[in-house]
């Protein structure tokens, strides 16, 4: 037990949600690939689940690695990933790899596909905590304060938005958070929300009236209108145009009902045959067609906790950088994993997000790792500052 908790230093209770993630991750991700497999490698479903679990193994090696540096190193390193993350975006907007009708990806020795957002997301977090804490004692000031944290959030968003509009909505309102909880002055955030908004309307109606336009903005506008029901193209036409998110939704929803109360048990899922990419986008269908409403309620536990045990985190250590990082990570996540499950059980538009540490897929299983090492880097310092506290305690008590 000695050697354990000196290998797995930190919270416990994050490292257990980590786990049981990891876990769920291999059932789920084995169970939505056979058609997958059958398309990819002839119906070779292990070497499909071993390909999974060598990502995944990654994905936990980020998660050790991470943690073990301390979080106070972090400053300085969020501070160069934020410079690197910029170029990187703008790389990936005008030369990065065309999928799925956007760009979004950038291809090393042409072949691993690198999703730079994965990057920039974490990168914005802790620079923005970094800046947060140096600037509190002026926390309150528009000149000293506000430009100076939301202009990296611009630049940055500003960058993702164009071809990842879910992504830079999510990591958006990651960030107004941050600086509600970091005690920004609550009339300038309501102010540039609503400035953003207008912004992003602006762009919207000006991309769609534009003879360039490459759809995507079209196309954030058809979802929504699907989604509300105030599509005004007649039954005809809206069959006409069925795509595979269409399909998706519909499968999705099949796949939840016949879930039920427990599931149809690990294995049985009907809805992976019919279902596309159900092993990322729609995997938490699987789940909750499988392991039923309970399998499903369990998964939303395990994010929720997560994000409790960074609150708890952020309290013992209010307005430092460790504190900040620690509660902005685990929110970005959480609010990630909500925007998953609400696509798949049809309570929000279709997005493409990964379900986090869950999903198949390569970048996002890693920087997720390196998420969760950092969230635990912060609380093993703070373990240790227990320790300490309580050794000297006992010091004096004997004295």
């Keep these: 037990m000695k050697l354990f908790n000196k290998l797995f230093q930190g919270d416990r209770v994050i490292w257990m949600v980590v786990a049981l993630l990891a876990l ?236 039920g109360l427990f599931g149809k048990l690990p294995g049985k899922s009907t809805q992976r045959n019919f279902l596309p990419h159900p092993y990322s986008d729609f995997i938490f269908a699987i789940i909750i067609e499988e392991y039923g409403l309970v399998g499903g309620a369990f998964v939303v536990l395990l994010y929720l906790v997560l994000l409790f045990r960074a609150i708890a985190i952020m309290v013992a250590i209010p307005q430092s950088f460790g504190g900040f990082v620690s509660f902005g990570l685990a929110f970005m996540l959480v609010m990630q994993a909500m925007v998953n499950m609400g696509v798949a059980v049809g309570l929000l538009p279709v997005t493409g997000q990964p379900l986090p540490f869950i999903s198949m897929g390569g970048t996002s299983l890693l920087f997720t790792g390196s998420a969760f090492g950092i969230i635990l880097s912060v609380s093993k310092e703070i373990d240790k500052n227990k320790e300490r506290k309580h050794e000297l305690e006992t010091a004096q008590d004997n004295n």
């Design 24 to 259: 769920i991750s291999l059932l789920a991700v084995y169970s939505a690939t056979s058609a997958y497999a059958n398309k990819q490698y002839g119906g070779d479903n292990v070497f499909a689940l071993l390909r999974h679990a060598s990502t995944l193994m990654l994905g936990l090696c980020a998660v050790y690695v991470t943690h073990l540096l301390k979080y106070t190193y972090y400053s300085r390193i969020f501070q160069i990933a934020f410079l690197i993350a910029i170029p990187l975006l703008a790389y990936t907007t005008f030369w990065g790899a065309d999928i799925n009708e956007a760009q979004r990806v950038i291809k090393v020795f042409g072949k691993i596909s690198f999703q730079t957002s994965d990057f920039a997301k974490i990168a914005l977090v802790g620079y923005l905590a970094r800046e947060l804490t140096v600037r509190q004692n002026d926390i309150k000031d528009f000149k000293n304060a506000f430009i100076p944290l939301m202009l990296p959030v611009l630049v940055i968003v500003g960058l993702i938005f164009p071809e990842n509009f879910s992504t830079a909505a999510i990591l958006f309102a990651t960030c107004l958070v941050i600086l509600f909880v970091g005690r920004i002055n609550m009339k300038y955030l309501i102010i540039f929300l609503s400035v953003a908004l207008f912004a992003m309307s602006i762009y919207i109606l000006v991309k769609i009236n534009s003879p360039t336009d490459d759809g995507r903005a079209n196309l954030w506008l058809q979802r929504v209108e699907s989604f509300i029901g105030s599509d005004d193209r007649s039954e005809e036409e809206k069959l006409r145009a069925m795509d595979e998110e269409d399909f998706q939704k519909i499968q999705s929803k099949i796949a939840i009902a016949g879930g």
